[in-house]
């Protein structure tokens, strides 16, 4: 029981890294659309890096994750093999029940709630992305001289013409 609960100890410690850095990401995610909002380029072009960065420690914190799952495979803990987090999860439900506070389950569902607000922040800074292209495509046009006329068709779309 004593090994079981040192491997417990590493998932929790891995997960805590993960609601961290996926902390981070969100806040990034936030900066970019401030930083969009600004029309700041130079602060965007410096997030980059920083993201880039915390993926990148993601990405190593999976691996350890993966390399962690592997080991508790190869352990008498484990009937059949881990392949997802959910077992990985409820494989120390009897550490948690035992410890009084579910630690793990609490951490995980941190981290799903962080990866949604990531995503939805995500989408938020792709729409006013879209946006932007189009009016800069409707400048661009404009400076041309070529006159943009949207209008809708009987199936709700947008529709645009050129003349």
């Not at 891995?14 to 981070?24: R, V």
């Not at 409820?90 to 948690?96: A, G, K, P, S």
């Amino acid at each position: 029981m004593e090994e079981k609960k040192l491997y417990y100890q590493q998932v929790v410690t891995i997960w805590e890294g993960f609601c961290t850095l996926h902390s981070q990401l969100f806040d990034i995610a936030c900066d970019e659309y401030l930083a969009l909002l600004a029309s700041d380029i130079d602060k965007l072009e410096d997030l980059l890096p920083v993201k880039e960065e915390i993926i990148s420690k993601i990405g190593e914190l999976d691996s350890e994750r993966n390399e962690l799952i592997e080991k508790l495979n190869n352990t008498q803990f484990v009937s059949s093999p881990l392949n997802k987090a959910s077992e990985l999860l409820l494989l120390f439900d009897e550490i948690e029940a035992q410890n009084g506070i579910p630690a793990l389950k609490n951490l995980n569902q941190l981290l799903i709630d962080i990866i949604e607000k990531i995503q939805l922040q995500n989408k938020k800074n792709q729409v006013f992305l879209n946006k932007a292209m189009i009016s800069l495509r409707d400048l661009k046009r404009g400076f041309k001289g070529q006159k943009v006329y949207s209008t809708y068709g009987a199936d709700g779309l947008t529709k645009t013409l050129n003349r």
